[in-house]
Nanobody
């Protein structure tokens, strides 16, 4: 059965850091591009970062560029999101998504709260 399980979320002060992980199972992880999305209360879900299946290319939303880094370890079937210099506007539920041609899989999300 296909599963994407996010972890690493929590409460952090502004300026702090968190590393999110998304563990995949039930499909050929190394053939899928991976994405991180986030959704704040009352707002639409937005794409935060993307990484190609091999890890050779990445893309970031302008709002997180220079602060967040997406990476993957295909041997561990895991994608990561390193988040530094966190701001209150980074607060939300973070989701990972796997994409390959017509196949799309979503995780259930992990909460990130940036607050003093």
């Amino acid at each position: 059965q296909v599963q994407l399980v996010e972890s690493g979320g929590g409460l952090v002060q502004p300026g702090g850091s968190l590393r999110l992980s998304c563990a995949a199972s039930g499909f050929m992880f190394s053939s899928y591009a991976m994405n991180w999305y986030r959704q704040a209360p009352g707002k639409e879900r937005e794409l935060v970062a993307s990484i190609s299946s091999s890890g050779g290319s990445t893309n970031y939303a302008d709002s997180v560029k220079g602060r967040f880094t997406i990476s993957r370890d295909n041997a561990k079937n895991t994608v990561y999101l390193q988040m530094n210099s966190l701001k209150p506007e980074d607060t939300g539920v973070y989701y990972c998504k796997a994409v390959r041609i017509r196949d799309v899989y979503w995780g259930r999300g992990t909460q990130v709260t940036v607050s003093s």
